[in-house]
């Protein structure tokens, strides 16, 4: 036996996740019946020639476990790379990085309006990921958000957390025209 | 149906609204080749952000605008593939067998102009065919009643999750979390509440607009910063430099653009195998055709044209199979599906009878936009080129505000963003661990119609499924029957393809 071979035979990450697919399936069952509302009355007794709801979530629990099962026999041939681990640290860093300003952003949107909470994410990203041209960085930083906010806002009349800046935008310009044309529905 | 082919011509032909048609799919077209030409922003990451926009105009300007950015993406990503052996997107790896040799020859311009003419003759032939065939399929797909259609759903979500992932089983696996995810929220028959965990934001069901940005999108942009970006090509090595395409040339290559547009049309109408696979076999097939073989892989026109008239010849046919039975055939066009649903158009037998000039006039449309890709990219090649320089420390947190402000305007709902995130790392881990996500958006797209349908079947089977099926709905029993022979057929596939290469991911 080949060390490659050794080496597939073992227990991998498809192992691990085979395993976590017949739980799934195992806890899908359990949850089933505390999970999907009963029916107040039942319709006409229709039992035998009436799909009930819990039978299709019944059978994609037995889907889990079956093909949970199945995996499970084939990881143990299966020479694939946790490609997870292969990451090194900078790769690690950086999507935790992105990660965090992902959920910071979340929050600044909120908090400070799509304008200014954008404008401070793509500058803070923007540096992170090595752009060291300030201006353009600036520029690009408020002109963009400025711009996806105009479109979103005005011409299709949809709703982004609005301050500081809605106050400031007109309410109609000639520019919007064409494009409010765009998202009236009735023309046709 | 002739009827509303030329009903769809007076739709796209209102003279109020023909000329804004035009105008976003150029839009589309533009951004497509722009998001193209990028490496390492794909078509798809193109197509998840700016589905939103599309949302707020109506389906005649919003879904034709999508096809633009489709279309121009295919294309788009032959450019750095040609110029600096970097293919913009999957469908342009087998460019890069003839194109960078022919830019090493000084011959750049040719080959980003036999890419462009390939590419539209490509599409613009597959795209007729796609309106040939959407009619008589889409007549036949409506005398199928729930057991069939129920049967139909089963067969290709089967197929698709077999095709897409290196190994079997995980594509099954990944289309059983769709199914399960469908089934959050109500049940499509009795409306009885499912898996809601207590979560008020959910008991509609999972957003799938949110899904759909997370899945495809960030994991994208993800991959793409796992390194700091680093300008390693220089703009002097952009030169759209040489002579330009002759008449002859193109003529030289006429076959092999239609072989390939053959090959690239069967493909597309089959659900599951998509616009790299095209390529590569419309490159084998070219090789294996000429008189010298020997030349492929050293900068021959044909084989850039081989490969660019397949990828592209995919786009049109993968719709006949989304419009005339529900069924997305790839990634992209499960966008393209996000986008139906959300003007309240589900892709299916229905939707043909329903509103069969609309979908028309959207199907002319895409054949005209052709006139716009051609005039596009001829005239933009030059720019295009350059993109390949643009700074990709900038373009991804922008991608990422597109992404967010495309989720948050769906319901002006934060919970949507945290779901947007969770899916965005589901979607990088499963990208890292070879799982492959289509098939769970396949699954919990069509999860829902085919309980639907499988509900109906029950009731209409008073009981005894099995004698009904068999004795009643013949057409039903066929697609039962060659499920599991076609299930077997894609495992051994599977299997053959994992002991020659270990694994086909």
């Avoid at chain 1, 600036?138 to 711009?147: F, G, H, K, T």
């Avoid at chain 2, 958006?441 to 109906?456: S, V």
Wanted: some cysteine; proline content about 6%; glycine content about 10%.
């Amino acid at each position: 036996m080949t060390s490659e071979t050794e080496t597939a035979k073992r227990f991998n990450f498809n192992t691990v996740s085979a395993v976590i697919f017949i739980a799934l399936g195992v806890a899908l069952f359990l949850v089933i019946p505390h999970q999907i509302d009963k029916p107040l009355i039942n319709l006409g007794g229709a039992g035998q020639s009436h799909l009930d709801a819990e039978a299709f979530p019944q059978m994609v629990a037995g889907i889990f476990v079956l093909l949970g099962a199945w995996y499970l026999f084939v990881s143990f041939s299966l020479r694939e790379h946790n490609e997870l681990r292969k990451l090194d640290l900078e790769a690690i860093t950086n999507v935790i990085v992105t990660l965090a300003i992902m959920a910071a952003y979340v929050w600044l949107m909120l908090f400070l309006g799509f304008v200014a909470g954008s404008a401070i994410m793509i500058f803070t990203m923007s540096t992170y990921f090595g752009n060291r041209n300030f201006v353009l960085g600036a520029l690009v930083s408020i002109a963009v958000p400025l711009v996806v906010f105009v479109l979103f806002t005005k011409p299709l009349v949809t709703s982004l957390p609005p301050f500081p800046v809605d106050e400031l935008i007109p309410e109609s310009w000639i520019i919007y025209e064409p494009l409010k044309y765009l998202s009236n529905k009735s023309i046709f | 149906m002739f009827e509303a082919f030329l009903a769809g011509f007076s739709i796209l032909f209102n003279p109020e609204t023909v000329f804004m048609t035009f105008l976003l799919m150029a839009a589309g077209l533009f951004l497509g080749m722009f998001v193209g030409a990028l490496p390492g922003f794909t078509t798809l990451m193109a197509l998840a952000i700016l589905l939103p926009i599309s949302f707020f105009i109506h389906p005649l300007l919003g879904i034709p605008f999508l096809l633009g950015v489709y279309k121009g993406g295919i294309y788009g990503g032959s450019i750095p593939a040609i110029l600096v052996s970097m293919p913009g997107t999957g469908a342009a790896v087998a460019t890069t067998f003839d194109g960078p040799a022919l830019t090493k020859k000084g011959q750049a311009r040719k080959a980003l102009e036999i890419a462009l003419f390939a590419s539209v003759t490509g599409d613009l032939t597959s795209d007729i065919v796609t309106i040939a065939l959407i009619g008589p399929i889409a007549a036949v797909a409506l005398l199928m009643g729930p057991p069939e259609l129920c049967a139909v759903l089963f067969m290709s979500l089967i197929v698709i999750a077999g095709t897409s992932s290196g190994v079997f089983v995980k594509g099954l696996l990944m289309l059983a979390v769709g199914l399960f995810l469908g089934m959050i929220g109500q049940d499509p028959i009795g409306a009885l509440s499912r898996f809601s965990f207590g979560i008020a934001e959910i008991e509609a069901g999972i957003p799938l607009l949110p899904m759909l940005i997370g899945l495809f999108a960030l994991p994208e942009i993800f991959v793409s910063i796992e390194k700091k970006a680093s300008q390693i090509i220089q703009a002097k090595d952009l030169k759209v430099s040489g002579a330009r395409l002759t008449w002859a040339e193109f003529r030289s290559c006429g076959r092999t653009i239609a072989r390939s547009t053959g090959i690239g049309t069967l493909i597309g109408v089959i659900p599951g195998v998509g616009q790299v696979v095209a390529a590569f076999m419309g490159y084998a097939a070219a090789k294996s055709a000429s008189k010298t073989p020997e030349k492929f892989g050293t900068g021959e026109l044909e084989g850039v044209a081989a490969a660019e008239a397949a990828n592209n010849a995919v786009n049109g046919p993968t719709l006949v199979p989304l419009l005339t039975l529900g069924i997305p055939g790839d990634n992209l066009t499960v966008i393209l599906v996000g986008a139906f649903i959300a003007h309240g158009l589900r892709p299916g037998p229905q939707l043909m009878e329903q509103q069969g000039p609309l979908v028309f006039a959207i199907l002319i449309a895409m054949v005209l936009a052709n006139i716009l890709f051609i005039f596009i990219g001829y005239l933009c090649i030059p720019m295009f080129a350059k993109v390949v320089t643009v700074r990709k420390s900038l373009l991804l947190p922008l991608t990422l505000i597109f992404a967010f402000a495309g989720t948050w305007v769906f319901r002006s709902n934060p919970y949507d963003l945290a779901i947007l995130v969770i899916f965005g790392a589901f979607g990088y881990m499963a990208r890292k661990l070879h799982f492959n996500v289509t098939p769970l958006a396949m699954g919990f797209i069509l999860g829902p119609p085919m309980e639907y349908a499988f509900g109906q079947t029950v009731t209409l089977a008073q009981g005894a499924i099995f004698n009904y099926i068999v004795f009643e709905r013949p057409i039903a029993a066929v697609f039962v029957a060659a499920t599991p022979i076609i299930t077997y057929l894609i495992w051994r596939r599977s299997v053959r393809l994992r002991q020659q290469f270990g694994t086909t991911d």
